[in-house]
């Protein structure tokens, strides 16, 4: 049997900024996505006051006035920097490691079964709060999906202290439990799906867990019916040896305002497609085309306008002046006068290794140098260089009205010690 764990970070975006301001502890915190549009993380504090998952900050505004609701803005940097030290740290507790989501992480722990798994893990819990200040929640299982089961009665019962191990827990009380959870909360069930298993009279955890696979698969798929096998201790879906590079790459964000001139539209893309092209880099990928699109916001009592273009490349490329400029070449091509546009976005499309590429007799060795040398800057001082049609001021750039400082990355917003 194995023993998988995997490590998840307690409402990772409040536990961030919890570390670098501890006035924000035991209060109702949550923290909204890009334009401070929704909740997207919420302390238990907020929880406990009703406030769910995606709720419009509109909606709520007024009731976090009175509730005395703290409301922070994503602060993206801080968040990708904690989880790099979580993930860092997580490494060296298994050599076999899938880092799953900025905030989840999968260890293989079978090879340590002469260890006392629940001291073992809340080894690894004490060690990643006092090196990152972070809460932890682990669960373990004999299949990814057990071991997610286990996280979320670790995480909801705090009779486990945190650390929840499925194999070691009787068949009774294992089923026990089983029969308590609704089949929503299981690995991969959204609520649509869960309302289609409703219907059929798979209500909980457990009722999944004895339903036949050959069936489920029939009426469903056959990703669901590995769920079930997994459900049963048959490891289905295996631990990623490394993290695969992706095949697509997308920036898009809404503004932080309508959009009505071409300058600015121009200015977003140009920024849009360099960050694209950075994160492409980094994974010494190429993209043989790239898509780029506009639309005006469907909630507005307006005109509507919305469209998009693929274009290919002659050759696949990595340069975000090269890649810029085929993105701005479809902007000209979709833009329309006389709209209030509220999105745009761009995609890096078709990416293949740059060591697999075609060889060309007329290969820009000089672009390639132009990037290295442009990337080896922006690491070190953020963002420092960019290209001219990106613009400086970018008034069109998403609102952040409670962001928090970059505790970790910038000199400048460093915690100071008085």
């Known amino acids: 049997m194995k023993s998988i764990a995997i490590i998840d970070v307690n409402n990772f975006y409040v536990s961030c900024e919890r570390v670098f301001n501890p006035k924000l502890e035991n209060k109702p915190v949550v923290v909204l996505s890009n334009n401070d549009g929704c909740a997207i993380s919420r302390s238990n504090e907020a929880k406990a006051l009703g406030i769910k998952m995606g709720t419009p900050w509109f909606k709520f505004k007024e009731f976090a006035k009175q509730e005395n609701v703290i409301a922070l803005s994503s602060n993206y940097t801080l968040y990708l920097d904690m989880s790099h030290r979580v993930m860092t740290l997580l490494s060296k507790f298994s050599p076999d490691q899938e880092v799953y989501s900025i905030d989840e992480s999968f260890l293989d ?81 959204g609520r649509s799906l869960a309302l289609k298993l409703n219907q059929l009279g798979i209500i909980s955890v457990l009722d999944l867990k004895l339903a036949d696979p050959d069936y489920i698969r029939q009426q469903f798929s056959i990703v669901l019916e590995k769920t079930v096998r997994e459900l049963n201790d048959v490891m289905c879906i295996e631990l990623k040896d490394a993290e695969e ?67 290919p490349l002659f050759q696949p490329s990595d340069d975000s002046m090269v890649l810029t400029n085929a993105a701005l070449l479809g902007l000209d091509y979709i833009y329309r006068d006389g709209f209030d546009y509220q999105k745009a976005g761009i995609t890096l499309c078709n990416l293949t290794s740059k060591y697999k590429m075609q060889g060309n007799l007329f290969n820009n060795t000089i672009s390639h140098s132009r990037m290295k040398i442009m990337d080896t800057i922006n690491q070190r001082w953020k963002g420092k260089l960019k290209l001219g049609s990106e613009g400086v001021i970018k008034e069109w750039e998403m609102k952040a009205q409670f962001k928090s400082r970059n505790y970790t990355t910038n000199w400048d917003q460093l915690i100071i010690a008085n």
């Open 109 to 189: 722990l079978t090879s340590f079964k002469s260890k006392d798994l629940i001291q073992y893990s809340q080894q690894i819990k004490t060690k990643i709060k006092q090196w990152t200040g972070l809460p932890v929640s682990i669960g373990i299982g004999s299949t990814k999906t057990l071991s997610k089961l286990a996280n979320h009665i670790a995480k909801k019962n705090s009779s486990f202290k945190g650390v929840c191990n499925l194999n070691i827990m009787d068949k009774d009380t294992l089923e026990t439990w089983m029969s308590h959870i609704p089949v929503n909360e299981v690995w991969g069930v």
């Open 245 to 311: 590079p992706n095949k697509e790459i997308m920036v898009s964000r809404s503004f932080g305002r309508r959009v009505n001139n071409k300058q600015e539209l121009i200015e977003a893309i140009t920024s849009y497609t360099s960050r694209a092209a950075e994160r492409m880099r980094k994974q010494d990928s190429v993209a043989s085309s790239l898509y780029v699109y506009i639309r005006t916001s469907p909630h507005d009592d307006k005109k509507q306008y919305a469209n998009g273009l693929n274009i």
